[in-house]
């Protein structure tokens, strides 16, 4: 049984089978054919989900990046591993060898150890969607140190949260970078952001812009002369296989971000083994993710799981509107592209640019496409089966999330028939439940509940940095021994998942996941402001967009109401950062609340959904009449 290569449907449901029944000798069988081990493991799975604790291949000792490049140095030292396509679409596209890329990572990591940087310290990456972003996590995957990148679309306090929360040592950056015609100048938001942030000692700058930067004397250094001086070879740290490999911040529902934290040996065997699957991936192909690293879909599926296959992965570091509409189909034509992994938000944005676009270039190459972020409608499916698959290329609609640290449930191309709308069946080794609200399990086809995982599986979080009580409150308390992922399933007849969105207050708009609280937060912060909720609504492009009720305080004079909107969204992009901005704001005088004073945000989703015929009991509420006094508002 070629149980690495899923190629039928019944082979599915056979490794399917197995890794239910016998989940331990089905991952070490993969682990042990499929990877390069330093020490094989003394035990393949210890797990606890009543604290939680959970470890895979315990014992074992390696190195990721020796199984994402070392290990391809003979066989394809001369391959594309990384294929850079610059924002400026005149620019040329650069091809990153295999060993070019070995040469690159070995000079940085000894960049950063000649820096003080040890096994264990937390780095932070904030950079730009360029080759350095990926060199410099691998470097630190070979020196042990726990890298956290930060998306660069965050704010400076955003990223000053981040940074102090994991008290990362170093900060690796950029003088600036390009998106679309825009230009982001990184390193002074890293120097805001560094005036609130006292561990870090180092910060080494990547020249991108050409921008002049300020270089704060002992702190700062530019990357370009200490890597000319760097030796190409730096010999990996063994890392045990529970020792944390990354860091990446998620929105929480309340409260600061949480620092999910992924570990070594399970994430490697589990983002390789669905990179391989999910993505039919072969050989010769040239697979495109237009993620950013800065997400879990970057780190998994544009660094670690297509570069431990040996595949050549595409960095693009612009837009898709930039120059024009055109410039995916342009890239997926001029590079071959076989496989092609974005989000809803981005396909919905194309499709409403016309098919034009489209069809100005060749896209025959495509074999695979592949969506993730938020539920895929109905008509975005349609669009990206017609127009870029042109109904022959499948379309893998893949579950998950940044806890999970791989695709969960998804249907394998060409071995899974896909239902639009439909992320279709669980992968090798994931076990899902829906459960009721009383917390019972439903069991059998046509039914719907909360959407929780009842067995570990390779690459899941361990823990929330420095918060082991939170990962418990937040993913295992709901629905003890079972891990719940805040979103809402329901099952169909044939036992395929359809993920209906999420059943907490974190809202997904363009495929970001924001947490409501530091929205709330920053609009608080307004001197003006004295209470506010946010909740989402529908929008035809970024899936949902943001509705504020704000409680301005009395001697505000309402009038004014034009200019506050602008100040509170400048406040919101400072504070969290653009893609948070509030599409509407609504000035009331109260908000629902329930007696023990929570904001009914159930209620607010209704009347910004249009749906006040649907608000169910409100007499319970503390203050009912608002209510009325809302809609007549907003209606
Ligand atoms: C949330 C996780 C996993 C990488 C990108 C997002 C939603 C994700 C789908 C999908 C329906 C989806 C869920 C999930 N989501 N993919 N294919 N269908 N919903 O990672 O930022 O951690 O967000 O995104 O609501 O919980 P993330």
């Not at 489209?358 to 695979?368: E, F, N, Q, R, T």
């Not at 909720?533 to 009720?549: E, Q, R, S, T, W």
């Amino acid at each position: 049984m070629n149980e690495y290569n899923i190629s039928s449907l019944e082979q599915y449901f056979q490794v399917y089978r197995a890794s239910v029944e016998q989940p331990e000798a089905l991952w070490e069988a993969i682990a042990e054919e499929h990877f390069e081990w330093h020490k094989k493991w003394d035990r393949v799975l210890d797990w606890d989900f009543s604290t939680p604790e959970v470890k895979w291949f315990s014992g074992a000792k390696l190195n990721i990046t020796v199984n994402c490049i070392d290990r391809h140095l003979e066989q394809r030292g001369n391959k594309t591993a990384i294929l850079f396509e610059p924002n400026d679409p005149n620019a040329p596209a650069q091809h990153i060898s295999y060993k070019q890329l070995s040469e690159q990572v070995n000079k940085m990591a000894n960049v950063m150890l000649a820096q003080g940087v040890k096994k264990g310290d937390r780095v932070c990456i904030y950079m730009p969607m360029i080759p350095a972003l990926a060199v410099s996590v691998l470097a630190c995957a070979r020196i042990g140190a726990i890298h956290s990148v930060v998306f660069a679309g965050f704010s400076a306090a955003a990223l000053a949260t981040r940074i102090n929360d994991s008290d990362c040592s170093m900060v690796i950056t950029a003088d600036g970078g390009f998106r679309g015609a825009k230009e982001i100048p990184l390193k002074a938001i890293v120097d805001e952001a560094l005036e609130h942030c006292p561990s870090v000692q180092k910060v080494l700058v990547e020249k991108r812009t050409h921008t002049a930067v300020s270089m704060h004397p002992q702190r700062d250094a530019w990357l370009a002369p200490l890597l000319e001086q760097a030796a190409t070879h730096c010999p990996p740290v063994w890392m045990d296989a529970e020792d944390p490999l990354f860091i990446l911040y998620t929105s929480g529902s309340t409260g600061k971000p949480k620092g999910m934290v992924h570990s070594t040996a399970g994430y490697m065997v589990y983002a390789a083994y669905t990179f391989k699957n999910i993505f039919q991936y072969e050989e010769e192909d040239i697979y495109w993710c237009t993620a950013d690293i800065g997400w879990i879909t970057g780190h998994s599926y544009i660094v670690y799981g297509p570069l431990a296959n040996g595949a050549t992965t595409v960095i693009f570091e612009g837009v898709p509107s930039y120059p024009d509409y055109d410039r995916f189909w342009e890239i997926v034509a001029k590079h071959k592209i076989t496989q092609f992994y974005t989000a809803p938000t981005a396909i919905r944005a194309l499709a409403k640019e016309g098919e034009a676009h489209v069809k100005k270039h060749d896209i025959s190459s495509l074999k695979v496409l592949g969506t993730v972020g938020e539920p895929i409608n109905e008509e975005a499916w349609q669009w990206y089966d017609t127009y870029i698959g042109k109904g022959e290329c499948p379309i893998t609609d893949t579950w998950w999330q940044t806890e999970t640290g791989g695709i969960m449930i998804a249907p394998i191309p060409f071995v899974t028939p896909t239902n639009p709308t439909f992320a279709t069946l669980p992968f090798i080794g994931i076990q899902p439940a829906l459960m009721d609200t009383e917390g019972k399990e439903v069991h059998g086809n046509n039914v719907q509940g909360r959407l929780c995982i009842k067995y570990p599986w390779p690459s899941m979080a361990r823990t929330i940095w420095g918060d082991h009580k939170r990962y418990f409150d937040t993913y295992f308390s709901s629905f003890p021994g079972h891990y719940f992922s805040g979103d809402g399933a329901l099952r169909d007849a044939v036992g395929y998942y359809r993920i209906t969105g999420r059943v907490d207050d974190v809202i997904i708009v363009s495929g970001h996941n924001l947490g409501t609280a530091p929205i709330e937060d920053a609009i608080n912060e307004h001197p003006a402001v004295a209470e506010s909720a946010i909740v989402g609504y529908p929008h035809d492009v970024k899936g949902n967009a943001l509705f504020g009720f704000i409680i301005l305080k009395e001697q505000h004079d309402p009038k004014d109401q034009q200019a506050l909107v602008k100040t509170i969204n400048a406040l919101i992009a400072s504070q969290v950062g653009p893609i948070a901005k509030l599409d509407k704001m609504e000035f009331v005088t109260g908000l629902p609340k329930t007696r023990s004073g929570k904001i009914m945000r159930r209620i607010l989703r209704k009347i910004a959904h249009g749906q006040v015929d649907q608000l169910g009991d409100t007499s319970t509420l503390l203050n009912p009449e608002v209510v009325d006094q809302i809609i007549k508002q907003v209606l």
